[in-house]
């Protein structure tokens, strides 16, 4: 009970202090974010809520669509716009991809639910194909499609799930450890997460490393190549995976001289904070739940710690003081 209502204000918090930079700077990733951070919370809330004081149908439906759905998804989203004007949105087509491909075999589990899987591995392909298209021509749409994707989507997505009949009584439970599960949903709900989920969790930790590789100073064992498209681009997922690993002595010793750029334990701590809810909402599946609510809380504080420990935000609070000493001023005189 106590680590939801705690991940829940934490979340809430969070998102406030990245819709004020975004009010200050305007970056649409900005925004995306507290949109993602918003649902974190209300994802929490309702887990506190119902361990609190029970569950209810309209709770349930709540959580699984904010909880359980769009948080990766748009926390995923944030950082394709971030990335927009880099190689990412490849790395973007080839994750929602793979979410549509893992809605097609999820949907083996669940009997009457693969002409669902069908429709969503087809709106998977043809925002990769989008995505890969505005890469390779126009980067800076990137963000802006997937956005657009994502947005119909929710639409959808929030309407088949406030209209899915639910198995008595109305929600699931563990009956070990009552943390709540997806299994009063039908199968044609339940394979919807891949693209939502899947895709929004490697955008968010993937795209973390990535910045995190940009910043940092580089020992460079796979130089870039010129190659065909699809190899071009798996090639330089490689590259930055195996570069990034034989980088990290020289970060250590950079940040042990305090010579290491902020950002780039900021983004790692934000990585790692999509990672762990990620592997323990990922066991929630398999009926592993004890440590769902942990890994919900390490998850937003590992990635709030990494907010916290970026330049950029105690740069702007520094600018938000100044700002409102200068108006009481000017409002004084």
């Not at 998977?124 to 963000?143: I, N, S």
Request: charged share 10%; with cysteine; aromatic share 14%.
């Amino acid at each position: 009970m106590v680590l939801p209502l705690l991940s829940s204000l934490a979340s809430f918090l969070f998102a406030g202090l990245v819709l004020d930079q975004w009010r200050r700077r305007r970056r649409s990733f900005q925004l995306v974010w507290a949109a993602g951070l918003t649902w974190y919370g209300i994802g929490a809330g309702t887990e506190f809520l119902g361990s609190a004081f029970g569950w209810s149908e309209p709770l349930y439906r709540t959580w699984y669509l904010f909880g359980a759905l769009f948080v990766a998804a748009y926390l995923g989203a944030g950082t394709i716009y971030l990335l927009s004007r880099t190689g990412f949105g490849y790395f973007a087509a080839a994750a929602v991809l793979l979410g549509g491909l893992l809605a097609l075999a999820v949907a083996t589990r669940y009997p009457g639910s693969r002409g669902t899987a069908e429709v969503v591995l087809a709106a998977a392909a043809l925002a990769a194909v989008v995505f890969t298209y505005l890469t390779a021509r126009r980067r800076p749409l990137v963000g802006h499609a997937a956005i657009v994707f994502l947005v119909a989507a929710s639409f959808v997505v929030a309407v088949l799930v406030a209209t899915a009949p639910l198995s008595g009584p109305g929600y699931a439970l563990d009956a070990r450890t009552h943390v709540p599960v997806g299994s009063a949903f039908p199968g044609y709900i339940r394979v919807l997460s891949g693209p939502f989920n899947v895709a929004g969790a490697l955008c968010l930790v993937f795209g973390a490393l990535f910045s995190a590789y940009v910043y940092m100073p580089k020992r460079k064992v796979l130089r870039g190549r010129r190659l065909p498209p699809v190899i071009g681009q798996a090639y330089a997922a490689l590259a930055v995976c195996v570069n990034l690993v034989a980088s990290l002595p020289r970060a250590l010793a950079a940040l042990l001289s305090g010579r290491l750029n902020s950002r780039v334990p900021a983004t790692l701590l934000i990585a790692l904070g999509g990672f762990i809810p990620g592997i323990t909402s990922g066991l929630d599946r398999f009926g592993i739940t004890w440590s769902f609510f942990l890994g919900e809380f390490l998850g937003v504080l590992f990635i709030f710690s990494g907010f916290l420990v970026s330049e950029d935000v105690f740069r702007d609070l520094r600018l938000a003081r100044q700002d409102r000493a200068a108006a009481a001023k000017s409002v004084g005189t």
